[in-house]
């Protein structure tokens, strides 16, 4: 059951950082509307890692269907001569 308080709950901020979880943010509302979560460093670490891989993946997507896809063969003959190049 996700972790809903008022922001002025912050008042007590201590209370409010206790309830913070790895995995179980806090999210607070200002006006009966959600506005802030409060989140663990690793969670945020997590989030933005994963919004880096997904953009990657797309733009290596893009690529793909823009200039061609590379075959199999094509991608071993790639990392065969850059391990030779070590």
């Not at 999210?27 to 506005?35: D, M, Q």
């Not at 890692?49 to 790639?78: N, Q």
């Amino acid at each position: 059951m996700p972790n809903i308080k008022p922001i002025s709950d912050l008042r007590n901020y201590n209370e409010v950082l206790r309830d913070v979880e790895e995995g179980s943010p806090v999210f607070l509302t200002k006006n009966g509307r959600g506005k802030y979560a409060i989140v663990e460093l690793r969670d945020y670490e997590k989030a933005q890692a994963t919004i880096r891989l997904m953009s990657e993946i797309a733009k290596g997507r893009r690529s793909g269907e823009e200039e061609g896809w590379l075959s199999l063969e094509e991608v071993r003959a790639h990392f065969r001569a850059r391990a030779n190049e070590k």
